[in-house]
């Protein structure tokens, strides 16, 4: 998928340079799309989910103290 | 009041601000470029898509020195701008808290590493958007001025050989499959 993404984004440059412009937006959206699909995708833990439960750990240190 | 004096500067100052701004990055991309290739750095799945977000930005002050001063180019470059900023500060929290098997990928820099100077970039990107809209509105005269624009295309040149290359080096390293910093999958 990242190869699709760099690939997207340099169509998009080549087509605007060669003066394209709806084909490079086109292009550049495809970019976009394909980038915030593989974020989410590379963030995806199968047991946290999106969440990031080591940030909550002087929360949980707190807690154990007072508990 | 296109073509009197003070929209003219002002447009000036705005295509030499844009144009600053695509030095920089492609000079940040290059430097991403040697550490990879001269310090034998892989790149993470996180740090090649923050890559992809500065190509994002660079196309959109590419499109303003193609088409003229326009709010959908700087409107592209924020676009791009705002998800270099999110993809830097996920992985920037990934490895923030010290535990097994999460380190920041890559040695420091001015003792900072890679995924907090994307954080830095991305809000320096965002905030010096503002300060140029702020200063000189989101309506100043079209027309940059012939060396600002035969500078953008050079600039503009250099940025497409960029992403080409990282576009050989992605496929080098990942495949069509998933990218891993252990090296480089067709090399194995």
Redesign the interface.
């Known amino acids: 998928m990242m190869v699709a993404v760099f690939m997207a984004l340099l169509l998009a440059l080549l087509l605007d340079r060669v003066g394209r412009p709806a084909p490079a937006l086109m292009a550049l959206a495809i970019g976009f799309a394909l980038s915030v699909g593989l974020f989410l995708f590379e963030i995806y833990s199968p047991e946290d989910g999106f969440r990031m439960p080591w940030l909550q750990s002087a929360r949980d240190v707190a807690a154990a103290v007072v508990g | 009041m296109p073509g009197t004096a003070p929209s003219r500067l002002a447009a000036t100052l705005n295509d030499a601000f844009l144009l600053l701004v695509l030095g920089v990055l492609a000079a940040i991309l290059s430097a991403a470029m040697v550490l990879q290739y001269a310090f034998g750095e892989v790149p993470c ?2 740090c ?2 923050q890559r ?2 500065m ?2 930005v ?2 959109g002050i ?2 303003h020195f ?2 003229g001063a326009s709010d959908r180019s700087i409107g ?1 470059a924020q ?2 701008g705002v ?1 270099l900023l ?2 830097a500060v ?1 992985q920037t ?2 490895d ?2 010290p ?1 097994p098997g ?1 380190a920041y990928v890559g040695s420091a820099v001015l003792g900072l590493h890679m995924p907090v100077w994307s954080v830095l970039i991305a809000v320096a990107l965002l905030l010096a958007f503002a300060v140029k809209m702020a200063v000189l509105g989101g309506d100043v005269a079209p027309g940059a001025a012939p060396p600002l624009v035969w500078a953008a295309r050079l600039l ?2 250099y ?2 050989a960029l ?2 290359v ?2 050989v080096s ?2 080098v390293q ?3 499959g ?2 891993h910093t252990m090296g480089y999958r067709l090399l194995e």
């Open positions: 799945p996180l090649l898509l992809a977000a190509f994002g660079c196309f590419l499109r193609r088409d592209i676009a791009f998800l999110v993809v996920r929290l990934l923030i808290a535990r999460h503009g040149g940025v497409l992403c080409a990282n576009l992605v496929v990942c495949g069509v998933q990218c």
